[in-house]
């Protein structure tokens, strides 16, 4: 019969005093946490009869893995983040909160302070042409009842032919493929950019390492992030998945929701696209839920790449 010692009143009282219950300094919230964290650490350790080698790999693992800054990637692939999701998306459902455009991960590649246009932007800096293939993303921003909301703030940001992203990639220019882009009277937004890729994990990084032992590969399908937000309405945090992609629906992050596909048109230039020669045609429109406080207007405070605009 495997040991068991969690259950002891002395250990219980120790990791109480390890979690700082035993101090009047400190933050009780993070004691809480702590302890939580320290007693179900524990559990695990008994009930899964971890030993030695085993924690201190592990120990070994978190260091290599904040040390390489995959900590984002991990918790996107192991379903955590989609998970927050989930979870508000009933907690939304219980308060009648409900419609709109559905909510997804945000990722760990966000940027600060892209430029601001009105109504249209060039989101690419030429360095791929002739390489990728352009694209004209469109769409427009309104309220639960189709009313258009002039104004609104339309923050995207997407990879390159490459999978890679401007400030995390140094071969980049400044705020490449990263634009603020605000609606015109009618709601709408348009960006001439280029036609993403989809990516993986680090072959040899730490979370594709946890992957390959699961069984599981570290692929995203082609994609686009937004942040959409306008006074008296929801921010809203999503992105689409592109159609026609191997693994639309098999996101090792699990971004793909319904309602959050992007349709990929091709076609030849037009007088109407202003764009010459073959091109990708992405038209998307978002849907703002009304916001019941200044708070719901406003992105989450996660740690980002760099500090939020004024």
């Known amino acids: 019969m495997t040991l068991k010692i969690s259950d002891r009143e002395d250990i219980k009282q120790f990791f109480k005093k390890a979690a700082g219950y035993d101090s009047e300094q400190g933050n009780p919230r993070v004691k809480a946490l702590i302890h939580r964290i320290l ?33 984002g990637l991990l918790v996107a692939g192991l379903g955590l983040e989609h998970f927050l999701d989930l979870l508000q998306d009933a907690r939304d459902e219980q308060a009648g909160q409900t419609g709109g455009t559905p909510r997804t991960i945000e990722g760990p590649l966000y940027v600060a302070g892209a430029p601001i246009t009105h109504g249209h932007a060039r989101m ?7 390489v990728a293939t352009p694209m004209l993303l469109q769409g427009q921003v309104v309220d639960l009842n189709g009313k258009p909301i002039s104004g609104a703030t339309v923050d995207v940001w997407h990879a390159n032919t490459k999978g890679l992203y401007s400030f995390f990639d140094q071969s980049q220019s400044e705020y490449n493929l990263r634009r603020r882009i605000l609606t015109d009277a009618d709601g709408r937004y348009s960006a001439h950019s280029i036609l993403p890729s989809g990516y993986g994990c680090p072959p040899a990084g730490t979370t594709q390492e946890v992957l390959n032992q699961l069984g599981r590969h570290g692929q995203r399908p082609a994609h686009i992030h937004f942040f959409i937000s306008a006074p008296g309405h929801r921010h809203l945090t999503t992105q689409i998945n592109l159609s026609g992609d191997e693994y639309l629906w098999d996101d090792f992050a699990y971004a793909t929701r319904d309602g959050l596909i992007g349709e990929v048109e091709f076609s030849e230039g037009d007088s109407k696209s202003g764009i010459e020669g073959r091109h990708a045609t992405i038209n998307f429109n978002f849907q703002l839920q009304p916001a019941g406080s200044g708070e719901d207007e406003a992105r989450s405070h996660r740690p980002r790449a760099l500090q939020e605009a004024v």
Do not use: H, P
């Open 124 to 130: 690419d800096d030429g360095s791929e042409a002739g």
């Open 39 to 71: 007693m179900a650490t524990v559990t695990i350790i008994e009930d899964l009869e971890v030993t030695d080698d085993e924690f201190w790999k592990a120990v070994d693992y978190l260091n290599r893995m904040g040390a390489s800054q995959e900590t």
